[in-house]
Structure formats: C-alpha cells, structure tokens
C-alpha cells in the first residue's frame, strides 16, 4: 500500500510538474507573441485612421510653451480654410433650391459638415491670437473671444456674433439632431457673411506682423 501511494505521489509530482512546464512554455509563448506582435505593428503600414489627427485635440496655446508670435502662415491656411467652405457652401445654394436642401439629407449633412470645421478654423484662430498676440491662454473659445473683443480686434457686437456661432458649432457637433433643416438654410442664406467680417478683422494682424508696424491694440 505504501509502494502504491509512493507511486501515485511520484505520478503527482510529475503531473504538477507538466503543468509547472505547461505553464512556462506558455509564457514564453506569449512574450514571444507579444513580442512578434509589436514587431508586426511597428513593421506594418499605419492604417488611415492611424494617420488622421485628433479631431478635438486641445490647441497648443492651451497646452503651455507659450511663444510670443504669431504664426501668420497658419493663420492665412485657417483663413483660406473657412473661405473655401463658404464658398462651397453658396455654391450649393446657387446650384439647388430650398425645398431640394431642406429635403435631401446627404446635402444637409454635407452642409453641416462645412459650416461646422469652417467655425472650428475659427476657433483655431482666436485661441492662436489670444495666446500668440496676447500672452492670455482662454480656457475655452468664448474666453478667448472675450480677450480679443477686449484688445479691440473685434467689436461687442462680433463677439456676440461669433459666440452665438461657437454655440452653433457644438450644437452640429452634439445636438444636431436638434438644427432643423429650415433654420439651417436660413443661416447659410442669410448670415455666412459674418465669415468675412471675422476674417476682415484678423486681416490687420497678419499685416502687421508681416510689416512690422504697431495696431492700436499694441499702442
């Protein structure tokens, strides 16, 4: 009796020790894997989602490093963003009529989608002018249009204006179900001008970098 429990202890033992053995080849196996695994993703092309940049990435002014310049190559790009938008955008209302706007939901997307990035440019911009230009970091847009309205680069009235369009983009962005279609073509009918004014007012900016000459804001 005692041979036999010997040897079904010695069975025992063999059994962990399989399992012990089992059980390191395994690791191996995974740290090989894993090993194998990044090496197939650091070789493998990136795929396209991998190459789009973060869409709400926080803007660098808000991020610290602040340096006192303004990037007027930057700007211009943003600015020429938000015209070929609104451009698009008149093209679409010269080319259709309203009720086929109001009804056809891949040109309503198509439209949102526009006016959406074309104030998310502008966004861009009065976060680049309150940091660069004003040494004011604003915790959100409407700060930094409250600096920009304050140093007198635009007026109280613009500030008003552009808030209501910064409310408008986040309304598109997590709301939209809530824009009709009617309001939406009024706005692009009647208020994309506003645009302009905007860019119209950073106009000065640029120039006065590039030319090195005080504004009125400096003096």
């Given amino acids: ?32 894997r894993s090993r194998n695994d990044h090496q197939f993703h650091r070789d493998r092309e990136p795929s396209l989602w991998g190459k789009l940049p973060a869409l709400h990435r926080m803007p660098e002014e808000h991020r610290g490093g602040i340096t006192m310049t303004l990037d007027t190559e930057r700007l211009r790009r943003k600015i020429a963003y938000i015209r070929q938008q609104v451009n698009t955008i008149n093209g679409i209302v010269k080319t259709y009529r309203r009720q086929k706007i109001i009804e056809d939901t891949l040109i309503l997307s198509a439209i949102k989608y526009f006016l959406q990035t074309s104030i998310e440019a502008m966004i861009d911009i009065v976060y680049h002018v309150a940091a660069k230009k004003f040494n004011y970091p604003p915790s959100d847009a409407r700060d930094a249009l409250k600096m920009l309205s304050k140093k007198k680069v635009i007026s109280a009235s613009e500030f008003d204006t552009y808030s209501a369009m910064v409310g408008l983009c986040n309304r598109l962005v997590h709301g939209y179900e809530d824009v009709s279609p009617e309001l939406l073509y009024e706005i692009i009918t009647e208020q994309l001008g506003d645009f302009e004014k905007f860019i119209a007012s950073i106009i000065p900016l640029i120039i006065q970098l590039e030319e090195n000459r005080p504004l009125e804001s400096d003096i």
């Fill in 1 to 32: 009796m005692r041979k036999l429990k010997g040897r079904k202890g010695e069975k025992g033992k063999l059994r962990t020790m399989a399992r012990i053995d089992e059980d390191l080849i395994k690791k191996v196996d995974l740290r090989t």
